[in-house]
């Protein structure tokens, strides 16, 4: 309750300054280009991976991605763009 | 991010293929550490593809040990492999070296020379003068001193206005500007008469100093002396004098044309052949052994230098014979039409030899017909000055 009320705080301030909010917070963006390619912003790591399925950890929550061939095409520590047939893409929010 | 995967292009980068149950667990520990993966693909269960640079592929082992990966190299890629398949070959490479070598050199000399502007001096005697003064093909360039040149072939001769040299690669142009000759100046302290240099009939005599010895009307000679350089006075005596005045003569330029009635004309039927020859400095190789299998026929020959970029010219020429086949075709033309094309002809001629159109003062077209060609002579009678100075010899 305490962090949820200092959340809410920064953002205030933050909605003044005007700052994205993918910056000051370390919540993930998600893009969606066409059906085959997806860029995450601030990710944690794989939690697994394989051709069909790809599990990504945030700092929010679990990302659940289903496809076919998917591939890791670029990875680097802020970001991680997926290309690939996506199906679903679903998400597992930590409680 | 393309930029790190075109900079790992050129520092050179390799294919692995990992082999694991843990390979997501490798894949996140790679990235905390700062080792960049891409294009990742799982094929199977426990086996990905994955590219590295070469640089943190040695970093790469380490981590596969701790999470109980196999790596194997499936391609390696990027410039250093490139040149690492070409270090073996070693003729060809120093062969290639030598090629750039020999390009290197070659573009230090002068191959073609190119002259412009020039109209009456032939070709030939500008590069015979260019290369007494040490430019010709195949000299080096950095000996050539285009301002010593310049003022050597203008100093030696006098026929050129202007000279420009410009280098080019391995192209030499030479811009020549020819110049009018001047006629032969006489002092002014020296005796001189004044002469005619046309034959004609005197029309205006104007002296300004000397004694006149022709009047209007006269009909006179080439080379006949017009103002006398001389003074008389009933005291004095005769005095030698600077003569100077202008003399103006009515003078004839005629042209004769000799027209057939019966004409062969030769006529191109369409049909050529080429043949190809090569001459590398001044040695020709022929790249064929018949004669031309026309009976009649007109050959056009084309030279082309070869030249390595857009101004590196080699001494390599490729001259292209053309032959042209002819037909002859007999034409008849009528009195009256030869006539016509006699004067045309005539005219067109007579036009190019005086110097201006507005001084003439009649023309004169006579005809003379025989039974196989009409002769057109056209005469022109022209106002002109006709006088020159002339050193009086004692």
């Known amino acids: 309750m305490k962090e949820k009320r200092r959340r809410q705080k920064q953002t205030r301030l933050e909605r003044v300054l005007e700052i994205p909010k993918e910056i000051s917070s370390s919540e993930p963006k998600i893009t969606i280009i066409g059906f085959n390619e997806m860029l995450i912003e601030n990710y944690k790591g794989i939690l697994e991976y394989q051709e069909f399925y790809i599990r990504i950890s945030t700092h929010i929550g679990i990302l659940n991605i289903n496809g076919f061939n998917l591939n890791l095409t670029e990875m680097t520590s802020d970001d991680i ?6 199906e679903t893409v679903d998400f597992e929010e930590i409680q | 991010m393309y930029i790190r995967i075109l900079l790992n292009y050129i520092l050179g980068y390799v294919n692995i293929r990992i082999e694991g149950y843990f390979v997501e667990k490798f894949v996140n520990i790679c990235i905390s550490k700062g080792i960049f993966l891409w294009n990742i693909k799982k094929v199977k269960q426990a086996t990905a593809y994955a590219n590295i640079g070469i640089r943190d592929f040695k970093k790469i082992s380490k981590i596969a040990k701790n999470t ?6 499936q391609s390696k890629k990027g410039l250093p492999f490139i040149s690492n398949k070409y270090r073996k070959r070693k003729v060809f490479a120093i062969l290639l070296i030598a090629v750039i070598i020999c390009i290197i050199c070659l573009s230090n000399f002068v191959w073609n020379i190119d002259i412009t502007g020039n109209a009456t001096i032939s070709k030939e005697e500008i590069l015979n003068s260019l290369e007494e003064n040490g430019l010709k093909i195949g000299v080096f360039k ?52 004044i002469v005619a240099t046309k034959e004609g009939i005197i029309v205006k005599v104007n002296a300004l100093n000397g004694t006149p010895l022709v009047k209007e009307g006269d009909t006179i000679k080439k080379g006949s002396v017009l103002i006398g350089g001389f003074l008389e006075g009933k005291y004095t005596g005769t005095r030698y004098v600077h003569a100077n005045g202008s003399v103006y003569a009515k003078v004839w330029y005629t042209q004769k044309e000799k027209i057939e009635l019966k004409q ?42 070869m030249k390595i970029f857009s101004n590196f010219y080699l001494p390599i020429e490729v001259i292209k014979n053309t032959n042209y086949e002819q037909t002859f075709e007999n034409k008849e033309y009528s009195i009256e039409e030869a006539k016509t094309i006699g004067e045309e002809k005539a005219k067109q001629a007579l036009e190019n030899t005086i110097p201006n159109k507005e001084d003439i003062l009649n023309t004169y077209i006579n005809y003379n017909e025989t039974p196989e060609a009409v002769e057109v002579e056209v005469i022109y009678e022209i106002l002109e000055e006709i006088s020159a100075k002339e050193k009086i010899v004692f």
Request: hydrophobic letters at 35%.
């Open chain 2, 264 to 305: 062969l004309n030769k006529i191109r039927t369409g049909v050529n052949e080429s043949k190809y020859s090569v001459k590398i400095n001044n040695f020709q190789i022929n790249f064929y052994k018949t004669l031309s299998k026309f009976e009649n026929y007109d050959t056009i020959e084309e030279i082309k230098k």
């Open chain 2, 68 to 73: 109980k990966c196999r790596i194997s190299i």
């Open chain 2, 142 to 193: 950095s000996k050539i001193d285009t301002k010593q040149i310049v003022n050597n072939m203008r100093l030696k001769r006098n026929d050129l206005a202007w000279i420009g040299i410009k280098v080019e690669g391995t192209n030499v142009i030479v811009k020549v500007v020819e110049a009018d000759k001047k006629p032969e100046i006489i002092n002014e302290e020296e005796y001189c008469n």
């Open chain 1, 81 to 86: 763009l997926i290309t690939g047939k996506i």
